[in-house]
């Protein structure tokens, strides 16, 4: 059995609307590239058609293999889930299943990895998405690049080609809450970042709805920084501080003025103000707890229904 040099990598959820130019696209690119294929399409628990069209592929092309998730487990589950199955030899293709992250791309990048990287992701030059949406994204990179103890490099998402051994380092990282991109970053080995133009979506909707965009930056806040913990230190700090200097300040009116300064609107703003940084740090803390709580369940990270492996079907 050839084993293909690449895999190509897609997650798939609720994409019967792009599927036929989807993987036209990448049929195109297999016959006309030297480089040999597989690509691995990965349905999330897809509630349309999209299993039934990827079966429908992989029972007879086996350049197409299919992973089937027994449920939606979100994005970067599903990822993750394919990577556990790659079979190329040299590296692994990741792309969206919405062709925004142009398939065509693959030979320039793999040509750095023959170069000696074992990451080369993609950054979004410009993107074609609405301008709340790009500020957004370009102000979160920047304050995780700001807070997170690893380099993260800015306006990158899974969009990459990354090596084998890369590959096999991230199946061995068993995090819960994953953030693949920031999961990369740490790995190490050479790593290349090449400007593209992302495109907008083919056909169909974001499937990242707002709460799995926050859910997914706060993992990376959250994996990736300890800078929220000692953000509380820091306040609690300057907090005792002033206080030590506000008491200086009333001892100080009573001894030479002997009266104490009134206020009482004031102190309802100070005990206000001090609730809600309290109820703050604690969540802040609560978001690290939380993560401790889902990981020590210890759970598998996704659960395999079925898969298509060159036109035969085996059970997760
Ligand atoms: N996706 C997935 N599971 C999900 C949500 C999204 O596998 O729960 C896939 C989706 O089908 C697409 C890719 O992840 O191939 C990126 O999603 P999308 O294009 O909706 O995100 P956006 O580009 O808007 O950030
Ligand atoms: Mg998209």
Redesign the pocket.
Known sequence: MNLPQVNIM????N?ESVFHQLTDRLQKLIDSTPISIEVIL?D?GSKDATPVLMKELAMKNDKFQAVFLSR?F??QL?LSAGLKYFNATEAIFII???L?DPPELLEELYSYYKNGYDVVYAVRKKRKESFIKRTMYANFYRFLKKISYIDIPLDTGDFSLISTRVAKHLNKMPEESRFLRGMRSWVGYKQIGIEYERSE?MSGE???TLKRLIELAFNGIFNFSVYPIKFITNLGLLTILFSVIYFAYTAFIKIVYGGTPQGFTALLFVIILFGGIQLLSLGLIGEYVLRIFFQVKNRPLFIVRERIVHKESIDG
């Open positions: 897609v997650p798939l959820y994409e990965i999330d939606n979100g994005h599903a969206d299943g919405d925004q979506r974001s499937k990242y």
